[in-house]
T-cell receptor, first 113, second 115 residues
Framework: DARVTQTPRHKVTEMGQEVTMRCQPI?????VFWYRQTMMQGLELLAY????????DSGMPKDRFSAEMPDATLATLKIQPSEPRDSAVYFC???????????FGSGTRLTVV | GESVGLHLPTLSVQEGDNSIINCAYS??????FIWYKQESGKGPQFIID?????DKRQGQRVTVLLNKTVKHLSLQIAATQPGDSAVYFC??????????????FGTGTRLLVSP
């Protein structure tokens, strides 16, 4: 089965450190999403890309978060500097062109201490 | 200080029972709906979808019903098994008038299946 691959699965870091999360979308999917999931807020959309171009990142704290797609096989989400309130599970999802379901990765569980 | 978590509605059933999980959606222009299942420690997983020109769609042990009049979606799971224990999310596409379509997720329902 085609899958979305996220690395790392778990990350523990100290407050103030830079964190980079990576995602390999399904080959041929042209839309990539970054979500954050916490007990408090549920699933929040942070940013998404279509054909590698950022379409909307209004869900992200601009001062510390950044999302990029250096190429069609890699999406990155970076937090610099990280804060304890960033602790959450970050999911990447990809989707084909047109209306269709998203395929989610297994997530990166981030803990900032 | 006190913390307030996201209180998910919970449905508790016995193994072998049929389960019905409900979802109310807000946008009458939504034309495509999906149910996702999220098991502990995993990402949401696609279960079944339905388009707005249909009232019912069946999969393996699952059925989705759509009532556009009252903007209600339900997921029926037949002969529920312990492996069905998870959080279930409904999601809607808000319709072509909004341009690029993003899925809008509901808050989820936790299904607990007892052996």
């Amino acid at each position: 089965d085609a899958r979305v691959t996220q690395t790392p699965r778990h990350k523990v870091t100290e407050m103030g450190q830079e964190v980079t999360m990576r995602c390999q979308p399904i080959l041929g999917h042209n839309t990539v999403f970054w979500y954050r999931q916490t007990m408090m807020q549920g699933l929040e959309l942070l940013a998404y890309f279509r054909n590698r171009a950022p379409l909307d990142d209004s869900g992200m704290p601009k001062d510390r978060f950044s999302a990029e797609m250096p190429d069609a096989t890699l999406a990155t989400l970076k937090i610099q500097p990280s804060e304890p309130r960033d602790s959450a599970v970050y999911f990447c999802a990809s989707a084909p062109a047109g209306v269709g379901g998203y395929t989610f990765g297994s997530g990166t569980r981030l803990t900032v201490v | 200080g006190e913390s307030v978590g996201l209180h998910l509605p919970t449905l508790s059933v016995q193994e072998g029972d049929n389960s019905i999980i409900n979802c109310a959606y807000s946008n009458s222009a939504s034309d495509y709906f999906i149910w996702y299942k999220q098991e502990s420690g995993k990402g949401p997983q696609f279960i079944i979808d339905i388009r707005s020109n249909m009232d019912k769609r069946q999969g393996q042990r699952v059925t989705v019903l759509l009532n556009k009049t009252v903007k209600h979606l339900s997921l029926q799971i037949a002969a529920t098994q312990p492996g069905d224990s998870a959080v279930y999310f409904c999601a809607e596409f808000p319709g072509r008038s909004t341009g690029f379509q993003k899925l809008v997720f509901g808050t989820g329902t936790r299904l607990l299946v007892s052996p």
